[in-house]
């Protein structure tokens, strides 16, 4: 063997030793085996963050009423102002904790040796950086980087860290934004962590809405997240965070801080993340480390909000501006649906004989007359392609009907969203009108002298209101409002009309406050609640139809923006089923189970859905119809398929987003269908309109389109989705009026009856028609 390969090869055997040596240093672990957090490890003493002064380099940006400014050491962190007032600071990371020999080592910069540490302004950005060793000689790096968005009142952060050897990170703050230190301190006027927390000046992770560990929420599952907004108001103003959700992260929100004590309150981003399995929910420690190889960046991407407002929805607000809702769910071809949906009435257990249960349940909701099945059967017949079916539906929805009271039409139902549209359908409508304003006048007899709706308990039932704060709720005070408004609106009579807007204007005793408690049946009064926006932004539609105040107009939407946060805008698995699902309550049924978080049930979101869809046919600047079609085409994709015939074109009264289950009882395809009638028709299941020059309202079982309003002669178009003759119901009438219809008076009086006594005209309609009146 010559020298130049003895010398090769005594090289190459040389480096693998020292490659050997230099690894064996390093505590490898094989990628397969978790490493183990020790358990009731505990943070160490955490250094308290201050309002500190700036230095007159400090670094500053701004974006619309958003100021952020860096101290020139890092370790300080920014101060954030809204409006030229402190709002609260910002902290980088300054404590890493990993498992060293089977123990968690802190490494804490603030105490230990810092380098490279700089801040400065840098092409519009600030940029600060600086490096710490940790006990076991690792370099841990950190960079920062900040900069206006094009959305004022947005700033990105991103914040880089590397470590110069493996270490199995226990626990790292990537980002900790503490509302409140040296301002408000840890009093607020709401928070929200959407998902899990709608709060007012009170405790998050409390055990006013769910008692046990599940009350924690401080670090959840991040599945439990419906989309990742985190904001706490007060004194006018509000601070936000955003980030983009990557399993690798897991939120914090702790209000007040009883979390890092700062005496305010704490939003941020940890690492590792929360997936369900790796920790014990609301834990700040997972149960097992996660990896960080040698030099590999870990990055967070986030966004601080901020700006004014007398609640945490402007917060809401600038996050969809931030971050345009997502794309729909896959939309099913009409016939698909319709055959599903057809399903549903004729071939699942939902229906026994002429009668027809709420829901399928052992023991539960027996069955009964129902003319809204009736209705939503005759709907799809209209639209069934298939003749055979067609003559099914027809002939079961005639079935149905022959069982329930006549006067009784438009209130013998199963679904959750009513329309009085099956009386303008099949017949009887002054009874109906009758029925109506009897229902208005038992409404009024529920409201105190002051005019509110108290919490009653009953006789042998739990004390569902004990953790609220007083015996009202929006929700439950909307319910009655809302029903009286229906009922009003429908008989027309002025007077229940006059007292049903007084109760609405009553109902600003809630301004700016949060959606709850509108299922005391079995949620605490405290909850918050989607049904409870639902039920606010419908009353107040109505009240904006009826009069044109735009207060009502401002009320609803309002109430719109408290339902989003219900609603999942990203979705939390990779599975099919997601996106815009929502969450009924944040809470537990009594406090303890079905605990409610990160467990849709889509039929709360689709009464929103409804109202949403009211909302936008007069205010279509907003975005109300894409929430709503993003989830009527959500309760489509979690419904049963034809593939379980006992269910199949049901609703799953709750759905497992993980394992993509459906939760039983299954539910009758009303509503569900409700939603599906506003997104895949043309022509709207039901619709009024009202004349205030003359004050009349018109009802019809389709679109209304009012020509011309002027005094003393209205014109308006009329047309429905019903193939045969419908009804059209005028009401607010003090005597007959000149009628036309298509230009012709003779055949008007053929088809029209006025009701005196009533007030009411009841035309019998088909097709597309033009009617003329001279009130």
């Known amino acids: 063997m010559n020298d130049l390969i003895r010398f090769l090869i005594v090289s190459i055997l040389l480096n693998v030793a020292v490659g050997a040596s230099a690894r064996a240093q390093l505590p490898m672990v094989p990628a397969d085996k978790p490493v183990v957090v020790p358990a009731q490890t505990v943070l160490p003493e955490w250094p308290h963050p201050t309002a500190f002064f700036p230095a007159p380099d400090s670094p500053k940006i701004r974006s619309g009423d958003l100021e952020l400014t860096y101290s020139t050491d890092p370790l300080e962190g920014f101060l954030v102002h809204v409006n030229g007032r402190l709002m609260g600071v910002g902290c980088p990371p300054l404590t890493f904790g990993y498992v060293h020999s089977n123990e968690v080592h802190w490494l804490k910069c603030v105490t230990g040796t810092v380098q490279n540490s700089k801040a400065g302004l840098v092409r519009g950005q600030i940029e600060a950086s600086y490096q710490c060793s940790d006990p076991d000689g690792a370099v841990w790096r950190v960079t920062q980087r900040l900069r206006p968005q094009r959305i004022p009142g947005t700033f990105e952060v991103q914040t880089e860290i590397t470590v110069d050897q493996d270490r199995s990170v226990a626990f790292v703050p990537v980002l900790l934004l503490f509302p409140g230190v040296g301002a408000f301190q840890t009093s607020k006027g709401q928070g929200l962590f959407a998902g899990l927390e709608y709060l007012e000046n009170e405790p ?4 006013a809405d769910v008692i046990g560990p599940s009350s924690n929420r401080r670090v959840p599952d991040t599945l439990k997240v419906t989309f990742p907004l985190m904001a706490i108001q007060a004194n006018g103003a509000y601070l936000g965070l955003t980030w983009q959700m990557r399993p690798q992260f897991s939120p914090i929100f702790d209000s007040p801080d009883r979390t890092f004590k700062s005496g305010a309150h704490v939003m941020g981003l940890l690492f590792p993340g929360s997936n369900g399995k790796n920790r014990t929910e609301g834990s700040l420690m997972p149960v097992t480390a996660e990896r960080l190889h040698p030099n590999e960046p870990l990055t967070l991407r986030a966004t601080i909000l901020g700006g004014t407002g007398n609640s945490v929805v402007p917060a809401i607000q600038n996050f969809v501006k931030a971050r345009p809702l997502p794309p729909l769910p896959s939309a099913p071809p009409l016939q698909d649906y319709v055959q599903q949906a057809s399903a549903g009435w004729l ?33 799809l017949a209209v639209r069934n392609s298939d003749r055979a079916k067609q003559a099914d539906l027809e002939q079961t929805a005639a079935h ?104 609405l204007r009553e109902m600003d005793r809630f301004h700016d406050g949060v959606p709850r408690g509108a299922q005391t049946w079995e949620c605490p009064l405290h909850t918050p609640d989607i049904l409870a926006a639902a039920q606010m932004v419908r009353a107040y539609t109505l009240g904006y139809e009826l009069t044109g105040d735009i207060h009502f107009l401002e009320e609803a939407r309002y109430w719109a923006w408290t339902g989003i946060p219900f609603v999942y805008l990203v979705n939390p698995t990779e599975a099919p089923v997601g996106l815009y699902a929502t969450i009924a309550v944040y809470g537990a049924t009594q406090w303890r189970a079905p605990v409610w978080f990160g467990l849709p049930v889509q039929w ?25 079609d993003g989830i009527t085409l959500s309760g489509m994709q979690q419904s049963w398929t034809e593939a379980d015939p006992q269910n199949a074109g049901l609703l799953p009264d709750s759905f497992v987003l993980r394992e993509q289950k459906r939760n039983g009882p299954a539910i009758n395809p009303a509503t569900l269908e409700a939603c599906a009638a506003n997104y895949l028709a043309e022509i709207p299941p039901y619709e009024f309109r009202c004349s205030r020059t003359n004050d009349l309202i018109v009802h019809a079982p389709g679109r209304i389109q009012f020509i011309s309003d002027l005094k003393g002669h209205v014109t308006f178009k009329v047309e ?15 005597r007959r009026p000149k009628l036309k219809i298509n230009g012709s008076e003779g055949a008007s009086e053929a088809v029209a009856d006025f009701v005196e006594s009533q007030g009411l005209l009841i035309l019998r309609l088909s097709g597309l028609n033009m009617v003329e009146l001279a009130p």
């Open 347 to 379: 071939t699942s257990k939902i229906r026994e004989g002429n009668l027809v249960r709420h829901a399928l349940a052992e023991g539960s909701f027996k069955p009964q007359p129902a003319a809204d099945a009736a209705l939503w059967m005759k709907w």
């Open 204 to 207: 998050s992770s409390s055990e």
């Open 400 to 503: 149905i009907l022959s069982v329930v009271s006549p006067e009784q039409y438009n209130s013998a139902g199963v679904g959750h969203i009513r329309y009085p549209a099956e009386c303008l359908v099949f017949g009887e409508v002054a009874r109906n009108a009758e029925q109506a304003a009897q229902k208005a006048h038992s409404l009024l007899s529920r409201f105190a002298p002051d005019g509110s709706i108290k919490f009653m308990v009953e006789r042998g039932q739990p004390d569902l209101g004990k953790t609220h704060f007083t015996n009202e709720a929006s929700g439950l005070t909307s319910r009655v409002v809302l029903d009286l408004l229906e009922a009003a609106t429908f008989c027309g009579q002025a007077d229940l009309i006059t007292n049903a807007l007084q109760h």
């Open 720 to 734: 429905s989705w019903v193939k045969e003759s419908y009804f059209v119901l005028i009401n607010g009438l003090s």
């Open 604 to 628: 709360c979101g689709l009464v929103y859905a409804d109202a949403l869809y009211r909302l936008g046919g007069v205010d279509p600047g907003g975005p109300w119809k894409q929430v709503a």
